[in-house]
């Protein structure tokens, strides 16, 4: 599933091209991952005047006053084709990685279709249909941003003292702790497990068994490592392009993560990976105590 870094890269990347085109057309396929009020109703004649994201879900501000939302969740894919008069059709596209068979759009895992005025069109689609688009009110989706999301890296609002009050009685260990969206927003399993390589704290010890310093170094590397994430365009393996359909080159730089039997840049001792928090967890036995 896209992290904080991949879905804020998307979101950039759409925002450069969809924004106060009027939408002609919007084409539900699959109602099942399109809910809230009548989407093709609401959207037609209407247009996206701002892109906005809280954790990994991403919100579509109408010129109406409305808001798309939008969760990609495992397989869903935002593909935008621009159509150019004697020219091939130019594609961009993030999320779950397009594969060379499925490049034609529309095509069977096609949910929902946007057709704005000037010919171009946005494609929502979804191979085992978890995501989902959903039109609700400004104050539906602020209702949703704070009831659903925790404290978020990277903003003005993700100051240490926050961040160390959310510890206090808590039993979970780290990695629940910082999967938990409504705790911290953004961190998935990928960034889990590199927050806590950078910090040198193992992911299965108990919030509550940590020292202050300790508590400073995770606050510290959410921040870092979501950072140069996100300024490498984020992370590719198996399921991640980005919005310009060029995949991130963070894979380049993660230390744990899917480095399995390999040497520990920092230390020399061998990666290993176990499940714990119900996820494939990465982690350095030399360096992370």
């Known amino acids: 599933m896209p992290e904080l870094p991949e879905v804020e890269t998307i979101r950039r990347d759409l925002e450069k091209k969809i924004l106060n085109k009027k939408i002609v057309q919007a084409q539900v396929l699959d109602k099942k991952v399109a809910s809230g009020?009548?989407?093709a109703g609401v959207l037609k004649n209407n247009s996206f005047v701002r892109l906005e994201r809280r954790g990994k879900l991403l919100a579509f501000a109408l010129k109406s006053?409305?808001?798309l939302l939008v969760h990609l969740k495992m397989t869903g894919q935002l593909v935008y084709?621009?159509?150019?008069?004697?020219q091939k059709s130019k594609m961009i596209y993030g999320g779950h990685q397009i594969s060379s068979s499925d490049l034609l759009v529309p095509n069977k895992f096609t949910r929902v279709i946007f057709t704005f005025s000037?010919?171009?069109q946005l494609f929502f689609n979804d191979l085992r249909r978890f995501g989902y688009m959903k039109i609700v009110t400004k104050a539906e989706k602020e209702k949703i941003?704070?009831?659903?999301?925790?404290?978020?890296?990277l903003t003005k609002e993700f100051k240490f003292e926050k961040f160390k009050e959310l510890f206090a009685k808590r039993q979970v260990k780290i990695k629940a702790f910082l999967l938990n969206q409504k705790i911290v927003a953004g961190i998935g399993n990928i960034y889990a497990d590199e927050i806590c390589f950078c910090a040198r704290i193992l992911p299965w010890r108990k919030v509550s068994g940590l020292k202050k310093e300790e508590i400073k170094k995770?606050?510290?590397c959410s921040n870092s490592v979501l950072k140069r994430a996100l300024k490498n365009r984020g992370t590719t393996f198996k399921d991640f392009v980005d919005g310009v359909g060029k995949s991130g080159k963070h894979l380049n730089f993660l230390n744990v993560?899917?480095?399995?039997g390999e040497k520990c840049r920092r230390c020399g001792k061998i990666i290993k990976k176990t499940k714990h928090?119900?996820?494939g967890t990465h982690y350095c036995p030399g360096c992370q105590k």
């Open 118 to 120: 000037d010919g171009s």
């Open 145 to 153: 941003w704070e009831k659903d999301f925790g404290i978020e890296p």
């Open 65 to 67: 006053g409305q808001y």
């Open 81 to 86: 084709k621009l159509k150019i008069k004697y």
């Open 277 to 279: 928090a119900g996820r």
């Open 37 to 39: 009020q009548e989407l």
């Open 218 to 220: 995770l606050f510290l």
């Open 257 to 260: 993560y899917g480095r399995t």
